[in-house]
């Protein structure tokens, strides 16, 4: 029983680190990365659909994206999505291949974007904490209906802890990275 909450507590810890870096990636640092585009949606044929089923994206240089659509005639579509996007960017169009040139980021955006990443980091810790909370609520619910013994909620508690502490280290890893990453000139 013990076993079955701590698995449970890990699995929703671990939810919390995959979530934090799937937001982390979206983040733009100096060089280009295809997850920067992650969440752009393209409307066509009167369906959205995310930019990266509709096209192959790469990084020929640093900092350029190549994104060449499996259907030529999305190619405005794409264009369109991107420049309604949050990326600041425009796209340059060859009529096979768009290409998003990315500008170098200054000292300011470094600090804004470093702060908002700190800001995630933050967020993904608080929600380590709550699942923590919750198995904690859980394995009193079993000491005061006699499921478990004194000994074993103490210990069940410990091992808890352990598996936070474990989990909020690697947060903060996880974000130094990319501060780190983002800081980088």
């Known amino acids: 029983m013990i076993r079955e909450v701590l698995a449970e507590t890990e699995s929703r810890m671990q939810g919390a680190i995959t979530s934090l870096e799937a937001d982390l990636s979206g983040f733009r640092t100096g060089r280009a990365s ?9 409307e066509m044929y009167g369906t959205e659909l995310p ?9 020929p240089e640093p900092q350029q994206l190549a994104i060449r659509p499996y259907d030529a005639t999305s190619i405005s579509a794409i264009e369109k999505a991107i420049m ?13 291949i768009i290409r ?3 500008p170098r980021l200054t000292e300011e955006r470094r600090r804004d974007l470093s ?7 933050e967020e993904a810790k608080v929600a380590v904490r709550n699942v923590r909370r919750d198995a904690l609520n ?3 619910d079993m000491k005061n209906e006699s499921m478990i013994t004194e ?9 808890l802890q352990a598996l936070t502490d474990r989990y909020v280290k690697n947060i903060d890893e996880i974000g130094e990275n990319k501060i780190a990453e983002i800081m980088e000139v």
């Open 84 to 96: 309604r996007s949050d990326l600041g960017i425009m796209p340059n169009n060859d009529g096979k």
């Open 34 to 42: 295809p997850h920067l585009v992650d969440k752009i949606v393209v």
């Open 115 to 121: 702060k908002l990443a700190h800001k995630r980091v």
């Open 138 to 140: 859980d394995f009193r």
């Open 151 to 159: 000994d074993e909620f103490h210990r069940s508690q410990d091992d």
């Open 51 to 59: 930019l990266n089923q509709m096209a192959v994206i790469s990084v």
């Open 100 to 102: 998003l040139n990315l």
